[in-house]
C-alpha cells in the first residue's frame, strides 16, 4: 500500500531564506508526483506536476525534484516570503488516485 | 482561469440525513474525484469517475455513499443517512486525462459538519 510522507511537519523561517521541503513515498511505481498548496480552511492549489519520466519540474521561484527510485521528491523554494505561508502537500499518483503525505506547514515571517 | 466550482461551501445537517455535495468541474475536463480531508488528517481519496461510471473508489467509498453527473456540468456525491465522522471538507477535483500528464484541479471545498 502506498504511503507518502512529508518531513518536516511544520518550518519557520525568516523572509528571504531558501527552504527545502521532502516528500517521500514507499512504492515506486507511480504515475506522477504533484505538489500542491493550501492555506487554512482553502482548497487545494496546484503548483506543480512532475511525470514519472521526468527529474524536475520549475515554476517561478519554485523546483520540485523527482527520483522515482529512490521514492523520494523535494520542493525548493528560493527567497521565501510571508506569503509563501501555508501548508505544502505533496501527492503521488496510483491508479486513478491521488495518495497524500499530510503536509508540510511553512511559516514565514517578515 | 478555469476553476472548479463547489457549493455549498459550507454545510450543516442533522445526523441521520442526507445531503448533496455539488460540483462543477472544468467544461474539458473528463476525469471527476471526490476527496476528503478530517480536520487535522490527510486528503483521502474517495472515488474517481470516468464515462459515467466509478473508476476506482477507496474503502472509505461504501454504500453510504453515490456520486452522479445528472447532467453535462455537474458532478454530485451523495451521503446518505450521515454520521458524525462524516464531517469533514469534502474536494471535487478533475483532470483532463487519466494516468500520465494528468494534472488534478481542485475546488475550494464543501465544509460537512454533522451534528
Known amino acids: 500500500k502506498q504511503e507518502v510522507t512529508q518531513i518536516p511537519a511544520a518550518l519557520s523561517v525568516p523572509e528571504g531564506e531558501n527552504l527545502v521541503l521532502n516528500c517521500s513515498f514507499t512504492?515506486?511505481?507511480?504515475?506522477?508526483l504533484q505538489w500542491f498548496r493550501q492555506d487554512p480552511g482553502k482548497g487545494l492549489t496546484s503548483l506543480l506536476l512532475i511525470q514519472s519520466s521526468q527529474r524536475e519540474q520549475t515554476s517561478g521561484r519554485l523546483n520540485a525534484s523527482l527520483d522515482k527510485s529512490s521514492g523520494r521528491s523535494t520542493l525548493y523554494i528560493a527567497a521565501s516570503q510571508p506569503g509563501d505561508s501555508a501548508t505544502y502537500l505533496c501527492?503521488?499518483?496510483?491508479?486513478?488516485?491521488?495518495?497524500f503525505g499530510k503536509g508540510t506547514t511553512l511559516s514565514v515571517s517578515s | 482561469e478555469p476553476e472548479v466550482t463547489q457549493t455549498p461551501s459550507h454545510q450543516v445537517t442533522q445526523m441521520g440525513q442526507e445531503v448533496i455535495l455539488r460540483c462543477v468541474p472544468i467544461s474539458n475536463h473528463l476525469y471527476f474525484y471526490w476527496y476528503r480531508q478530517i480536520l487535522g488528517q490527510k486528503v483521502e481519496f474517495l472515488v474517481s469517475?470516468?464515462?459515467?461510471?466509478?473508476?476506482?473508489k477507496s474503502e472509505i467509498f461504501d454504500d453510504q455513499f453515490s456520486v452522479e453527473r445528472p447532467d453535462g456540468s455537474n458532478f454530485t456525491l451523495k451521503i446518505r443517512s450521515t454520521k458524525l465522522e462524516d464531517s469533514a471538507m469534502y474536494f471535487c477535483a478533475s483532470s483532463e486525462m487519466d494516468r500520465v500528464g494528468t494534472e488534478a484541479f481542485f475546488g475550494q471545498g464543501t465544509r460537512l459538519t454533522v451534528v
Open positions: 469517475f470516468y464515462n459515467n461510471e466509478i473508476s476506482e
Open positions: 512504492d515506486s511505481a507511480i504515475y506522477n
Open positions: 501527492a503521488v499518483q496510483a491508479g486513478t488516485a491521488l495518495i
